[in-house]
């Protein structure tokens, strides 16, 4: 699967959750996409229930395929449960950091925060979206890009919620990765064990 840059209503109706952002056509049609969207749905099998899980994380990080397997490879090698440390891994991306301190709206406009060379890792340039990201590192914009109009709106209206493994210092514009989250602190709806068993097979 090649990454994803259609409308984020089918999405969102296909697997039935926002998962792109928020998705006004998933309250107006909440059935899935296509000609068939409406009719009578058969039972999933469990493969393609496992599958589905899969692709809703790959589409909510914007991860493709050869870089989600290499991602669970790190994480069926790490101590702890694998499929809650494939999430971790994914939150630990340079893109889903620099959305989650609310430099971008959504991790689309993140993703192009940093090909665009607008974020900083310890004071230098990297324009690696999927830069994992190490306890201790530092997060900023560019100086000149801090004037930038996607990133002082998307500041401006950064929620009150904080996230416990971040840190972000409003006048500097810099934030910090303290550590790799623990799987509870992720709200997102991911059945990661899904995943390990489809790998399993």
Known sequence: MARYTGPKSKIARKFGEPILGPSKALARKNYAPGQHGKGKRTKQSEYALQLKEK???????GILEKQFENLFHKAAVK??????????????RLDNTVFRLGIAPTRRAARQLVIHKHILIDGEIVNIPSYSLKAGQLIG?????????TITASLAGRATKRHNWLEWDVATMTGKFLALPERDQITENFNEQAIVELYSK
């Open 55 to 61: 692709q809703k994380v790959k589409y909510t990080y």
């Open 79 to 92: 101590e702890g449960i694998t499929g809650a440390n494939l999430i971790r891994l994914c939150e630990a």
């Open 141 to 149: 914009v560019r100086e000149k890009s801090k004037s930038l109009e």
